[in-house]
């Protein structure tokens, strides 16, 4: 065998033998091994910023729970509900529903929060993304519930009545922040984190509750 391959060998014989000698890592020493890569890769760049590398407190427990498979301890659960209720504010002019033709635009467009969006872009809803809608939408994911008839099943036949109040503000509310009622919700926090402006969201809650929609034809 030549000589220069043997001391190569036994070169990578002793980087495996340190290898495996060495302390595996703990989870804090990985944690904080991947936020260094993470910050020294990620480049803000369009409506891509660096705020992302931080994740909110919320977000990290949910995330940790998500990575154990450990589901959230029932306390914690609650506390992160009562601080994302508190976030949630009713529109500034008391009126909860828009125009159901542009919350139709919201709904099927996916623009918004990523490195070729530019700064001042509107974002899009992307809520077919997970959710069945309108009917004449054949495609659509199923990661969140059928919205389709979703005024129409809740009884909805005028929004601005006493009797629809509630379903109305339970709409809203979890259109602006889904982590009130749902502590580690998937659902976007849409108002919160202000990826829609609250005239999209108002139109957003006009095509799921104004009879007039296709939604709930």
């Not at 990985?30 to 936020?35: A, C, S, W, Y």
């Not at 977000?59 to 994302?84: M, Q």
């Not at 379903?167 to 919700?185: D, F, H, M, P």
């Amino acid at each position: 065998m030549n000589r220069k391959y043997q001391i190569a060998l036994s070169a990578v014989a002793v980087a495996l033998l340190t290898a495996c000698a060495a302390p595996m890592p703990s989870s804090a020493d990985l944690d904080k091994l991947t936020q260094d890569i993470l910050g020294r890769s990620f480049r803000a760049e369009g409506q891509a910023k660096l705020d992302r590398l931080n994740p909110d407190e919320d977000n990290r427990l949910c995330a940790e729970s998500d990575s154990t498979g450990v589901a959230l301890d029932a306390k914690v659960a609650e506390a992160i509900e009562a601080r994302n209720m508190k976030t949630i504010k009713a529109p500034a002019d008391g009126k909860y529903l828009g125009d159901f033709k542009e919350g139709e635009k919201v709904a099927q467009s996916g623009a918004g929060k990523t490195w070729t969006d530019k700064a001042d872009s509107v974002n899009g809803g992307n809520c077919y993304n997970c959710h069945q809608i309108s009917k004449e939408e054949l495609s659509y994911g199923t990661l969140g519930p059928s919205l389709y008839n979703y005024g129409k099943i809740r009884g909805v036949t005028n929004p601005n009545s006493a009797e629809a109040k509630p379903i109305v503000e339970y709409t809203w509310g979890k259109l602006q922040n889904a982590r009130a009622y749902n502590a580690c919700s998937n659902m976007p926090r849409f108002g919160h984190k202000g990826v829609l402006t609250e005239a999209q969201i108002k139109n957003v809650m006009a095509l799921l509750l104004d009879p007039a929609s296709p939604v709930n034809k």
